[in-house]
């Protein structure tokens, strides 16, 4: 069976290093505000507005909207989920941009082309991790095939996370636990 | 080179020279190679892969594996060989890349024609040398010693070669010196009368406790790695408490958080202690093998200590303190993690005392899983070789004189017979990161001369006069141990230093050179040696032995991890002068402190400035380094002040509102960030350097000293965290 | 230093060859510092510039040479906060922060330079200390292409061309893709009427060149 590849994003270890998104950038050395990796605070819900974080990158939709109003076919799916851009084809015409619903695509303003995380498909064939696996300190993101991989809990949303029905995206969840707090304030 | 100022004069048309130089008739002309040559031999190229170690002043001094590819550095990574960083490095060690191919690193020695303005010129590292060694024998000449010659050095760069620069002022006499240090002096002499010295057990050893308070440490900012023990630990089993006014992104990952009010932890720790002490859970046997002064103690607490003034002096209930001190005396080993930043207070010391008495009533000092974490200095017994060096011979004065680092500018302003002329600042941004920011630029402006050696543009080098280019960590070698991890790495010179950096050492050599040519024996410091070499000369049998090592060079395969005292006062040798845990202490009572764990009122607030203002570190720096560079500026390019919705709304503050924020000082503007993450008495703005912005916290910091850190290093240190103030909207 | 001496029927194309060999070699002698040290050479070469009316294309130069004589002695300093520093350069003199992603020296599009030169049996004297694309030293080899190519003139055509082929090339592939934005940023940041007037004498030239070869 093939493989439908995603991204594990344990909420409950990450506390928001952002060190996932600068080792994507060494490593693909991206321009300063091109982001493929970006570290959100969750602002709903869970611990305190800017102590809860998703890291997301692209999220390897099996309805990807920026696939389907591509003018060019730039994107295609791999055999194992995996979303790839074909920069070559790229018009910079940013249908795909104001598609998605996660605001994956990253525009490019010196070459006027888009460009987005690819989920290091060339290591992942290598049999090594993604750059941001390999890097976070917290060991918060895997990568994982989703037809093998079982485990209670998973969510494929969090508050703030658009609606995954659009497009099926493959990224996961594991919620964050909350120890109690003693605080001295209303809120407490 | 040597640039000239151009004059009108030198511009006027019609030189009759023009034909004689070039040719008459126009067709001839020729053609000389200056920056370029004809390709002789085949420049190195191909691939190798250096080992680095990252010196900035943070627990984690990561082992670092660098890519170079024909001579040019392409890919900064962790060291795998290094079990505490387990191979990864932070957001900010992922950055290096950019700041050592940056634009806009300082590239040549230059000189600047009036402080400030901001009117620079190049010249030649001789012409550099030139000036400064006139200059100090004038000085020398005039006042009879180098007295007036002020050295400000400190964590910039904590690689022990760079402790050269100490050493090029001692080949040259007797100097001022800044002394002590900003970040921790208070909580070290706390450990240092109670225990002898600072000495914490390995941090890998954290995942062995059952029990593991975090006080006033946030590590999710300042030690990433320290972080994932810490998580590993809790699925382990084992509880993490967090104990801090500011509910900071390590609390929210503790399986209880408790929000102290600010400066009182000393409060919380002997409330606790008179539990554990009513309670009999303490360690009656440990304390009667491994202490002195227990029974003092004990009549201390029963004396002077309820658990009611406890509740009311921490804002925490007596049944809560209750639940805490049962919880942390019962479950076996306990472990405490005491950070630097609550002992940035007046009364800072003798809280860390009294928290420190807690693990020693528990018995938990000397065990695996257990003890009182704050920092260890045992890996750090190098020769100090760069550092040591004799003084010549008739070059006046009877010592170094000492300038309190923490009140720099007002020392140096102050100093008399000799006046302070000159100063010599290294890896240090003072201006931007001492308190009194204007007094630092009065006292810059007293100077004959100002000399800054660093990367980059800063506020300091704005107001200097001569500024020298210094090598990053991958240019130049180096050996680099943490105060708080047991790896030792060596750090290769992976590539050439660009442009004209030179790295501390060469630029002492090379000034110690011209200072002997111009008046012969006025400096000892060797004028030349190779700087691997010098690295070698800094190891001895100690640290051979330490980390079973025979040859400092078996460093080139990687980092190592010491191979013994990885559990502090395992031996229950304490380095006190009764060689036991001293709870009693003659020692801090000739420092004029009492001599037991005693509780000392905090500062509180004013009418005036009825806020407290804490003033942290921020998870994408490291004091004035990191947040400058543009992929910083990417995740958060400005600085803001966090307010509780509670405060912000008597105040009349909306999120993002600009905010004043002031007192008799100065005053800061910034953007307000409402979170429920601080307590409403206290507002939080975040110690760093912005790139071109006139922001500093310290405008408002006044230098108030903390109550210790005169003993272990010359100087109290800074109670930054004790800083009042008053907010209004703009 | 090899002096070369042109036969008669060539004479043209040589001193095509060495208008653009004075302009480009003055564009690298003010960025290399040179001048700083020696004025008055400096105003030798601008002088023989001007001077040079027989040949059309120094009507680009000329607004560029009438800034140049308005000269104030602060320029040196506003020189270095363009392009030398200590701060944060306003106009730094580097191909591959005009090219790369990240504005960072020493990238891929440096090594491009590097491998640019060595094809024409080239390095840099300070190799890996200075970057490969230091404005200066593509300058400088500029000058060694058009000396070159002068030089081989009359001996040997076939190789003079090649010389030229790859002064077309490099302006094409590498000084025509960066040079026109760092003038801009000159023109946008500088505060003295002599660096005013060298970006827009380098912007001419090159925009001609560039014109020519296309």
């Not at chain 3, 106009?91 to 990238?107: C, D």
Request: net charge negative; proline share 5%.
């Amino acid at each position: 069976m093939a493989k439908k590849m995603g991204f594990l994003v344990n909420v409950d270890r990450c506390f928001g290093c952002h060190t996932c998104e600068m080792a994507c950038k060494n490593v693909y050395q991206l321009e300063p505000e091109v982001r493929w990796r970006k570290v959100y605070e969750i602002k709903e819900e869970y611990n305190l507005p800017e102590r809860s974080f998703m890291s997301l990158a692209c999220n390897h939709c099996e309805d990807p909207e920026c696939k389907r109003v591509c003018p060019v076919k730039a994107y295609s799916i791999r055999e194992d989920g995996i979303v790839l851009q074909d920069q070559s084809r790229c018009i910079g015409c940013k249908m795909c941009i104001m598609a998605c619903p996660y605001e994956v695509p990253q525009f490019n303003t010196k070459l006027k082309k888009v460009e987005k995380c690819h989920m290091c498909f060339e290591r992942l064939d290598k049999g090594q991790e993604t750059v941001c696996v390999a890097a976070c300190p917290a060991e918060a993101i895997s990568t994982i095939d989703l037809e093998e991989y079982y485990q209670n809990g998973i969510l494929d949303s969090l508050p703030g996370f658009p609606d995954p029905d659009i497009t099926k995206p493959t990224t996961r969840f594991i919620k964050p636990r909350t120890g109690i707090q003693v605080r001295r304030d209303n809120n407490g | 080179m040597k640039q000239k100022v151009f004059s009108r004069r030198s511009f006027i048309k019609g030189s009759t020279a023009a034909g004689a130089a070039l040719g008459v008739s126009g067709s001839i002309f020729n053609f000389m190679f200056t920056g370029l040559k004809p390709v002789e031999a085949a420049e190195e190229t191909g691939k190798k892969v250096f080992q680095n170690a990252c010196p900035r002043n943070c627990y984690d001094t990561c082992s670092i594996l660098s890519t170079v590819e024909n001579g040019v550095l392409t890919k900064v990574e962790g060291n795998p060989k290094n079990s505490f960083t387990r191979g990864r490095l932070c957001a900010k060690g992922n950055s290096y890349t950019r700041s050592v191919y940056s634009p806009d690193r300082i590239k040549y020695p230059m000189r600047q024609k009036g402080r400030g303005t901001g009117n620079w010129e190049r010249i030649s590292w001789d012409e550099a040398y030139t000036e400064i060694a006139e200059n100090i024998l004038r000085i020398k000449k005039e006042y009879g010693s180098t007295l007036p010659i002020c050295l400000n050095k400190y964590s910039g760069n904590f690689d022990i070669l760079h402790y050269g620069i100490e050493g090029m002022m001692s080949s040259i006499g007797n100097t001022s010196r800044a002394t002590g240090t900003p970040c921790w002096p208070a909580g070290i002499d706390s450990q240092t009368f109670d225990m002898g010295t600072i000495y914490n057990n390995d941090p890998e050893d954290l995942v062995n406790s059952k029990y593991l308070i975090l006080w006033g440490v946030n590590p999710a900012w300042t030690s990433v790695h320290s972080m994932y023990i810490i998580q590993e630990a809790q699925r382990r089993g084992c509880k993490i408490v967090a104990i801090d006014p500011i509910l900071t992104q390590t609390a929210v990952k503790a399986d209880l958080y408790i929000q102290v009010k600010t400066s009182t932890d000393g409060a919380l720790a002997l409330g606790m202690a008179r539990y554990i002490v009513d309670n009999e859970l303490y360690d009656r046997q440990w304390l009667e093998n491994n202490s002195l002064g227990y029974k003092e103690f004990i009549e201390y607490l029963r004396d002077n200590i309820t658990l009611e003034w406890a509740a009311d002096k921490t804002g925490i209930s007596k049944e809560l303190i209750e639940t805490l001190a049962r919880e942390y005396a019962t479950a076996k080993p306990a472990n405490i993690w005491i950070g630097y930043g609550m002992q940035r207070h007046t009364n800072g010391g003798q809280n860390v005392r009294a928290i420190d008495a807690l693990a020693a009533l528990t018995g938990n000092i000397g065990k695996s899983g257990g003890g009182a974490q704050y920092a260890q200095l045992e890996t750090w017994g190098f020769n100090y070789h760069a550092m040591t060096q004799d003084k010549p011979a008739g070059s006046g004065g009877s010592g170094d004189r000492a300038i309190n680092i923490n009140n720099f500018p007002a020392e140096v302003l102050a100093a008399s017979d000799p006046p302070i002329k000159m100063l010599w600042i290294a890896c240090r941004n003072p201006i931007s990161q001492d308190p009194e920011a204007s007094v630092s630029r009065k006292a810059f402006e007293a100077m004959g001369l100002v000399v800054t050696a660093d990367l980059f543009m800063n506020q300091t080098v704005e107001m200097s006069d001569i500024v020298l280019p210094v090598t990053t960590l991958f240019e130049s070698p180096g050996v680099n141990v943490s105060y708080w991890h047991y790896w030792l790495a060596l750090n290769e010179q992976a590539i050439n230093p660009m442009y004209e950096a030179k790295n501390d050492v060469q630029i002492a050599m090379e000034l110690s050179k011209k200072l002997n040519e111009l008046e012969p024996n006025s400096s000892t410091y060797p004028t030349s040696g190779d700087q691997l070499d010098w690295v070698g000369k800094e190891f001895n049998s100690n640290i051979y032995d330490q980390f079973g090592l025979s040859d400092w060079q078996e460093l080139k395969n990687g980092p190592v991890k010491a191979k013994k005292g990885l559990i502090a006062w395992e031996d229950g040798k304490f380095r006190t002068p009764s060689g036991k845990y001293e709870f009693w202490s003659e020692e801090a009572g000739k420092f004029g402190h009492f001599p037991l764990p005693a509780y000392l009122e905090e500062l509180k607030p004013t009418k005036e400035y009825p806020l407290r203002c804490i003033s942290p570190h921020w998870k994408l720096n490291i004091h004035s380094q990191f947040q400058n560079l543009d992929w910083m500026e990417a995740i958060n390019s400005k600085p803001f002040i966090e307010l509780h919705p509670d405060t912000a709304k008597s105040y009349g503050i909306n999120d993002k509102d600009s905010v004043k924020m002031y007192n008799d000082l100065g005053y800061i503007i910034v953007p307000a960030k409402i979170t429920t993450s601080v307590p409403p008495e206290i507002v939080v703005v975040y110690e760093a350097w912005y790139k071109d912005k006139n922001f500093n916290v310290n405008f408002t910091v006044k230098a108030i000293p903390s109550d210790m850190g005169r003993k272990a290093t010359g100087m109290p240190g800074l109670a930054f965290h004790d800083n009042f103030v008053n907010i209004t909207k703009v | 230093m090899k002096v070369v001496q042109v036969k008669p029927n060539r004479k043209y194309k040589f001193d095509h060859l060495q208008i653009k060999f004075q302009a480009f070699h003055l564009l690298k002698d003010y960025y290399s510092g040179l001048v700083w040290e020696d004025p008055e050479a400096y105003n030798v070469l601008c002088q023989s510039l001007d001077d040079e009316n027989y040949f059309q294309e120094t009507e680009i130069l000329k607004e560029g040479l009438e800034l140049l004589s308005k000269i104030e002695p602060e320029v040196i300093y506003d020189f270095n906060r363009l392009f030398v520093g200590p701060g944060k350069l306003l106009a730094p003199p580097y191909e591959s922060y005009y090219r790369n992603y990240e504005k960072l020296l020493m990238q891929k599009e440096t090594m491009a330079v590097r491998e640019f030169y060595s094809s024409a049996g080239i390095s840099v004297n300070r190799f890996n200390n200075e970057p490969d694309d230091f404005i200066a030293l593509e300058f400088e080899f500029i000058c060694y292409l058009l000396y070159k190519a002068a030089a081989l003139l009359v001996d040997d055509p076939n190789q003079s061309d090649y010389y030229l082929e790859l002064y077309e090339e490099f302006l094409d592939r590498h000084l025509g893709k960066w040079v026109l934005n760092h003038c801009k940023d000159i023109l946008e940041h500088s505060s003295t009427e002599l660096c005013r007037g060298m970006a827009v004498l380098t912007k001419r030239l090159i925009e001609n060149e560039i014109k020519k070869s296309a």
